[in-house]
């Protein structure tokens, strides 16, 4: 399990990084990996890399460590390794630390703290079943296609358009076989799941869930507050 939690959350704002922002009295890294392991299959092994910021080891990481630990409930190690300055080279980063016997990569933002356990769990045996597999929904408003100017272009038929969510889920063998195919055709994907479609493989997908949203902006915060204590993710 790759937790993502090396950006520094520019568009939120703020002297704290997202990963470390309070969701219910734990930080959305917490949050996530509480319900990362909830979600693993019955007597699967696993290990947790949170993928952190070099700058936020001897602040946050030596802050929060312990309440990490605590929060994956001594079902799996936990391990901090240096984030990249993209997703990408995080995403490689935490490939390369994964232990060698690992079967399955699966890739979570960290500020999507409220996942769900049932979808995120038919996600991972998706990709058992398929190579790859991903959470997402069906885009439910019509969509505008916008020029620079503001003003709108075309209506995109929205019939076949879902919204990607993490977590993904990759067999590692073929993540490898994506990751040095990216790397040498210099294609820089916004998820984890379009490496493997550049390679033309097939792609799963689970429907998600609208509460696992990501905090973007500060508005998001409040919102995922309410749903934790609504008890609704």
């Avoid at 993928?51 to 990481?61: A, G, I, K, Q, S």
Wanted: with cysteine; charged share 20%.
């Amino acid at each position: 399990m790759l937790l993502l939690a090396a950006g520094r959350g520019t568009r939120f704002g703020g002297p704290v990084p997202k990963a470390w922002l309070p969701l219910g009295g734990r930080t959305l890294l917490a949050r996530s990996a509480e319900r990362l392991v909830q979600a693993l299959p019955d007597g699967a092994a696993a290990e947790a890399l949170a993928l952190v910021h070099t700058d936020d080891r001897p602040t946050y990481v030596a802050q929060h460590r312990a309440d990490v630990e605590r929060a994956l409930g001594g079902r799996c190690p936990l391990r901090f390794v240096d984030g990249g300055a993209t997703r990408q080279e995080s995403l490689q980063n935490g490939l390369a630390a994964c232990s060698p016997d690992v079967d399955l990569v699966l890739v979570h933002d960290a500020a999507r703290a409220l996942l769900p356990i049932g979808s995120t769990r038919a996600c991972i045996a998706a990709a058992a079943a398929h190579g790859a597999a991903l959470l997402a929904l069906p885009a439910p408003d019509t969509l505008k296609k916008v020029s620079a100017a503001g003003l709108v272009e075309a209506t995109v038929d929205r019939a076949g358009v879902w919204l990607a969510q993490t977590p993904q889920v990759i067999r590692r063998d073929l993540l490898l076989r994506a990751m040095a195919h990216a790397a040498r055709t210099g294609f820089v994907g916004t998820d984890d799941v379009s490496l493997v479609e550049r390679l033309g493989e097939p792609v799963a997908v689970v429907r998600g869930s609208p509460t696992n949203l990501k905090i973007t902006a500060p508005a998001d915060l409040p919102l995922a507050e309410a749903i934790l204590a609504a008890n609704l993710a």
